[in-house]
């Protein structure tokens, strides 16, 4: 029986050679992917499908957060880069930094996406006059340096070191100092939103004792009125936060600062309402434009870009520059 298969599967084969080798070269064509992507003009979300709130202000027109699309470098991909105006090619490896693959970059930029809203929840509702407190602080892993020797990974929440509860990030480099070179730390860490026990070796370099890993804090918000601010898991980045933050201020307060238009914009927020640098600018203005936005809103360090974009591609498209959220605010409140 075994015999008579083989000896069928082996006449298919030969009878069938070409077809099968063209069929593999195809298949290898299509999916194997080279170490570029593909940037090319993005799209808007509309906030209001994402922002939560009770009781909130009625609008008459829309504030959306723009976005880049990107393509895996397939080959044919990588041909149309070459022929399709606005597509770019871009290496992986411009990507990600030293040592690191794109999925802790990608991991990275979702923790960065996270922080972003409650920055932008933090500075909506203060310049809204609304009640916000912390709820909780956390400290969370950014990233791990070549040179660290640990199990610890991008996203880990540090609970404890060495059974010993650790409130702050100075408190944690005290303890650090108090250690010698070669010494490992026993933290407990939560990933997953389980609790699991990693370890780090202490090091030293020119600034004194370290463990390899770079902590930013990552704050929770209890706010009167409740929000929740929904997002894809596909989702990151922080350069949603200036416009997430428009839309929140805008259900909040009375005066309906779209007036009918269709709002664009991009620019990541601090703490303090302060608007910052993004990239990738050209390709969601390209994407606003397209989606037929009345206003483009972007950081000041971004706008000599943004203007050439707009001149190269002859948009009819306001642009406008803004530092601030308070700056953003009272443009909207005021242009004709």
Do not use: H
């Amino acid at each position: 029986m075994i015999n008579k298969i083989y000896e069928k599967s082996k006449k298919i084969i030969k009878e069938n050679y070409k077809f099968l080798i063209g069929l593999i070269l195809i298949f290898f064509f299509c999916f194997y992917k080279l170490p570029f992507v593909i940037y090319k003009p993005g799209g808007i979300i509309n906030l209001s499908d994402r922002i939560i709130l009770d009781n909130k202000y009625d609008e008459s027109g829309s504030i959306s957060m723009s976005y880049v699309s990107m393509i895996n470098g397939n080959i044919p991909f990588v041909l149309a880069s070459f022929l399709i105006p606005n597509w770019d090619l871009e290496s992986v490896k411009e990507l990600t930094l030293d040592d690191e693959d794109i999925d802790e970059t990608i991991k990275r930029d979702r923790i960065s996406l996270e922080n972003g809203i409650d920055n932008a929840i933090l500075s909506a509702y203060k310049m809204a006059g609304k009640k916000i407190d912390i709820e909780k602080e956390e400290m969370i892993i950014m990233y791990i340096t070549k040179d660290a020797n640990t199990n610890l990974e991008i996203g880990d929440i540090i609970l404890k070191a060495d059974n010993k509860e650790i409130k702050d990030l100075d408190e944690l480099k005290k303890y650090i100092n108090s250690k010698s070179i070669g010494d490992y730390i026993n933290f407990k860490v939560l990933r997953n939103n389980k609790e699991e026990d990693k370890t780090a070796k202490i090091y030293e370099d020119e600034s004194g004792l370290k463990v390899g890993v770079s902590i930013e804090y990552k704050i929770k918000y209890k706010t009167e009125p409740e929000i929740k601010v929904e997002n894809k898991k596909n989702e990151s980045g922080s350069s949603g936060g200036l416009v997430t933050a428009l839309q929140i201020y805008n259900y909040l307060t009375e005066e309906d600062i779209t007036k009918g238009r269709k709002i664009v914009g991009t620019g990541s927020i601090d703490k303090d309402g302060n608007v910052q640098e993004i990239g990738g600018i050209k390709y969601k203005i390209l994407g606003a434009n397209k989606k037929k936005a009345d206003i483009f809103l972007c950081p000041k360090e971004n706008y000599e870009e943004a203007l050439k974009v707009k001149k190269d591609n002859n948009l009819d498209l306001i642009i406008k520059d803004v530092a601030t959220l308070e700056e953003a605010i009272d443009y909207l409140k005021n242009v004709k």
